[in-house]
């Protein structure tokens, strides 16, 4: 209490971190109200973090609440005052080309700048595209053993997958934290350091060299099916470590699965879909997760733009997702929308795990059914190419009946849907 009262009277005498931090202190302790209140006041002042926060939420919600550019000149504002977090969001939009201008040169530039800045998830989030652009893995071990020190959990899964970043005794005790705090993938981890890592600082322009991206080879493809719908496997779409990410951006953003009613306005919860799932807004984007959307709209030849926002599903013994169409009910409601960007004409999902049993993926019409291993991929045709919908798509998740399963799914439309630009 003693701690809080001080906070508030520097808070009260115009102390832009006071503030900042009592937002935060007043938001753990449920009062929303006075949070933003406090949130609000360490913007006006020029609190880096506080218009950080502020942007965020006009990135967040259905696009008609959102205020993309406004969000970008916030954030142009906080980077200016050395707003790290800031760097890494404004780098998301450049990438998108949401709210400003795209610029993947300078979405690099600024990425780096957060992870040379000490960033944990910008320290990250620049690992990971070092090691999936093949690029020098002695830096990005040092920059992912760092972030998971600082604190970054997500760091300290991934280091622990990967092996060789922690000594037995920091694995251990990572372990139980993120074991505690119900972290994903701890099933199976590497073997640990013999020495621990000399911690060393990496430059703004040592890390941006390690993000040049590098064309990954095209995974492997088997058609299985030649006629409508058309089915195609793909082996190895992912990585490990790109699967392992995908699972940890998402796991925090999961909610009951909902489907669209054709009936009800906004979606509504089935049981017939009884997994969780999110998608992944552009709030919850970076530059990995967009490498890795990218990369699977390549896969299967389709523009990134014409693609829904990435989800993921995660199904636990006895969730299903029963037979169903991906396409979009032709009804009054939901029409406008199949105007705007065409059909979900195309549909990827992505197997981002091993570890189950059950679990496959069942087209009852078909008689064929399938599972991938962590990384593959399986595309189907829902519609024909004028949008005219296949009945035969028809298709079922079976019910898992030991361990967990993680799938990514993307919906590709006929046309653009991306509503910038
Ligand atoms: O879980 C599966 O295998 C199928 C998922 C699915 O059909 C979907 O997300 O639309
Ligand atoms: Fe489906």
């Known amino acids: ?132 652009a093949g690029r020098d893995a002695a830096a990005a071990d040092i920059l992912l053993r760092t972030a998971a020190l600082k604190g970054d959990w997500i760091a300290a899964v991934l280091a622990l997958r990967r092996g060789g970043i922690f000594t037995d005794a920091e694995a251990q005790s990572a372990l139980s934290q993120l074991r505690q705090a119900g972290a994903p993938l701890l099933d199976r981890h590497g073997p640990p350091a013999a020495t621990a890592t000399q911690p060393r600082a990496l430059r703004e322009n040592e890390i941006a060299a390690l993000l040049e991206k590098n064309d990954a080879p095209a995974p492997s493809r088997k058609v299985l099916r030649e006629t409508a719908p058309r089915l195609v496997a793909y082996e190895k779409a992912l990585t490990p470590l790109e699967c392992d990410y995908v699972i940890c951006a998402a796991a925090p953003l999961l909610t009951p699965s909902a489907v669209v009613d054709p009936r009800a306005a906004g979606a509504r919860q089935e049981s017939f879909r009884t997994s969780d799932g999110c998608a992944i807004g552009v709030v919850d984007l970076d530059l990995v997760l967009f490498a890795i959307w990218e990369k699977l709209c390549d896969a299967v030849g389709a523009l990134t733009p014409n693609s829904e926002l990435m989800g993921v599903l995660r199904y636990r013994p006895g969730q299903e997702y029963r037979p169903h169409h991906d396409y979009l009910p032709e009804d009054e409601k939901d029409y406008s929308e199949v105007r705007r960007a065409g059909q979900r004409a195309h549909t990827l999902l992505v197997y981002l795990n091993d570890g189950f049993a059950g679990g496959e993926t069942i087209f009852p019409r078909l008689g064929l059914s399938f599972r991938g291993r962590a990384g593959d991929a399986l595309y189907f045709q829902n519609t024909d190419e004028t949008g005219v919908p296949i009945e035969d798509s028809q298709h079922a998740g079976a019910a898992v009946s030991a361990g967990e399963k993680w799938m990514l799914t993307l919906w590709i439309r006929q046309r653009r849907f991306w509503f910038w630009k």
């Open 1 to 132: 209490m003693n701690e809080i009262n001080a906070l508030r009277a520097r808070a009260n005498a115009g102390d832009a971190a006071a503030q900042y931090r009592l937002a935060a202190m007043l938001a753990q302790a449920g009062d929303a109200a006075s949070a933003k209140e406090w949130l609000e006041k360490a913007a006006a002042s020029g609190h880096p973090g506080a218009i950080y926060t502020r942007a965020t939420e006009l990135l967040s919600g259905p696009p008609a609440h959102m205020a993309p550019v406004r969000a970008a000149d916030m954030l142009r504002e906080a980077v200016e005052k050395g707003g790290l977090g800031a760097a890494r969001q404004l780098a998301a939009l450049k990438t998108l080309g949401l709210g400003a201008a795209t610029d993947r040169r300078g979405a690099r530039a600024l990425l780096a700048k957060a992870a040379a800045g000490g960033h944990p998830a910008a320290m990250r989030e620049a690992a990971a595209l070092a090691i999936m």
